[in-house]
């Protein structure tokens, strides 16, 4: 298994080669960079503005012309103005060289700064993390502490009226959107129309570092709870059918019946020789599972809530054309998204231990 996972982290390397590659060179063709950006915004200021924006050139925006700068919307604007504001965002250098330097600094966990708030890539994700994890963490954590326990209770009664009932308000929660649901809870419970039982903005309240320890508790979780009940509805869903489906087919086969012909209890069918084979496509998914409730599912809620989390940061951060914010939390998101793809390996031979990854290398 120690080869088998040396093998998978060397290749960690090559993947994160490869996506921020191809990524680079999309964003390299799509038009409206930071260049344009600053210069679009440059066209509605005085000469003055433009000047001191131009590091010192000393140039007037009027009566100069950059037609040959190959920038739309850059004419009237002075070439040393333009070259300015390309050096600024490293536009001074070709596409190879500007992709070997983020690669030298990627490798040193330095994402440099962003290109429209005055903070470094690495201060903005320690910033916004801790928002996205809280929402994340505690989602998941309910989805799957509800939906396996569900999910087996449904397949061991299937076609009981638990199992209609159930099924019944599974497919009402998955067929909610989550961003509708959330509007929903604040017109009902936070202030929106009647009750002002749960607060709408941040994790923690202004009072936070006064508290004592079980206030701070109370409080985190009083913040936490209608963002957290959002992001759960359609995991929950999903989840408990998987795992409901998975273990009706395990049900059925061969070895179960061969088991209980041997006078084994249900129990021991079930958590002995069934629970083991059925877990491993819920396994499966939990990297996804993760990658997706803590930065990507969030983002609608983290907006509804005034959550200011690394998925609203991310979603700007494209809309702004905010190169250095892209790529560190494209570059974070990936490596994330590999490490537990390995973790889910290491759970399968916890859950069977039958499953031998190093013979197959």
């Given at each position: 298994m120690?080869?088998?996972?040396?093998?998978?982290?060397?290749?960690?390397?090559?993947?994160l080669?490869?996506?921020?590659?191809i990524?680079f060179?999309?964003?390299q063709?799509?038009?409206?960079g930071?260049?344009?950006?600053?210069?679009?915004?440059m066209?509605?200021l005085?000469g003055s503005?433009a000047?001191?924006?131009?590091?010192?050139?000393g140039?007037?925006v009027?009566?100069?012309?950059?037609?040959?700068?190959?920038?739309?919307g850059?004419?009237?604007?002075?070439p040393?103005?333009?070259?300015?504001?390309?050096?600024q965002?490293g536009?001074?250098?070709?596409?190879?060289?500007?992709?070997?330097l983020?690669?030298?600094?990627?490798?040193q966990?330095?994402?440099?700064k962003?290109?429209f708030?005055d903070?470094?890539v690495?201060?903005?994700?320690k910033?916004?993390?801790?928002v996205?994890?809280?929402?994340?963490?505690?989602?998941?954590?309910?989805i799957?502490?509800i939906?396996?326990p569900?999910?087996?209770?449904?397949?061991?009664?299937?076609g009981?009226?638990?199992?209609?009932?159930?099924?019944?308000?599974i497919?009402v929660?998955?067929?909610?959107?989550?961003?509708?649901?959330?509007?929903?809870?604040?017109?009902?419970?936070?202030?929106?129309s009647?009750?002002?039982?749960?607060?709408?903005q941040g994790?923690?309240?202004e009072n936070f570092?006064?508290?004592?320890?079980w206030?701070?508790?109370a409080?985190?979780?009083?913040?936490?709870?209608?963002?957290?009940?959002?992001?759960t509805i359609?995991?929950?869903a999903?989840l408990?059918i998987?795992t409901?489906n998975s273990?009706l087919?395990e049900i059925?086969?061969?070895y179960?019946m061969?088991?209980?012909?041997?006078?084994?209890?249900?129990?021991?069918?079930?958590?002995?020789h069934?629970?083991?084979?059925?877990?491993?496509i819920?396994?499966?998914?939990?990297?996804?599972?993760l990658?997706?409730?803590?930065f990507?599912?969030?983002?609608?809620?983290?907006?509804?809530f005034?959550?200011?989390?690394?998925?609203?940061?991310?979603f700007e951060?494209?809309?702004n054309?905010d190169?250095p914010?892209?790529?560190?939390?494209?570059w974070?998101?990936t490596?994330?998204?590999?490490?537990?793809?390995i973790?889910s390996?290491?759970?399968y031979?916890?859950?069977?231990?039958?499953?031998?990854?190093e013979s197959?290398?």
């Open positions: 120690s080869a088998y996972l040396f093998r998978r982290l060397l290749l960690i390397v090559p993947t080669l490869g996506i921020l590659l990524n060179l999309i964003i063709a799509a038009p409206g930071p260049v344009e950006r600053t210069i679009a915004r066209q509605g005085d503005a000047s001191r924006m131009g590091s010192g050139s140039s007037e009027s009566g100069a012309s950059a037609s040959g700068s190959g920038y739309r850059a004419q009237g604007l002075p040393e103005l333009i070259a300015d504001i390309e050096k965002y536009f001074d250098k070709p596409p190879a060289e500007r992709f070997w983020m690669l030298k600094n990627y490798a966990f330095d994402f440099g962003s290109f708030r903070e470094t690495t201060g903005l994700i910033e916004k993390i801790p996205s994890l809280s929402i994340g963490l505690w989602s998941t954590l309910i799957y502490l939906s396996i569900l999910g087996i209770r449904k397949a061991l009664h299937n009981s009226s638990f199992d209609l009932w159930t099924s019944s308000a497919i929660g998955y067929a909610i959107p989550g961003f509708l649901f959330a509007i929903l809870l604040i017109i009902l419970f936070a202030g929106g009647y009750w002002q039982w749960f607060p709408m994790l923690t309240s570092d006064t508290l004592s320890f206030a701070k508790a409080d985190y979780a009083h913040h936490i709870f209608l963002p957290t009940l959002c992001l359609g995991g929950f999903t408990t998987l409901k273990f087919d059925g086969k061969q179960v061969t088991a209980r012909a041997k006078g084994l209890t249900e129990n021991q069918v079930l958590y002995g069934v629970f083991r084979n059925a877990m491993l819920i396994i499966a998914g939990l990297p996804a599972t990658i997706g409730v803590f990507t599912g969030s983002l609608l809620i983290e907006v509804i005034n959550l200011d989390g690394l998925g609203l940061l991310s951060a494209v809309l054309r190169y914010v892209v790529f560190g939390t494209l974070i998101f490596l994330v998204g590999l490490l537990l793809k973790l390996d290491i759970v031979t916890l859950v069977d231990p039958r499953i031998d990854f197959r290398g």
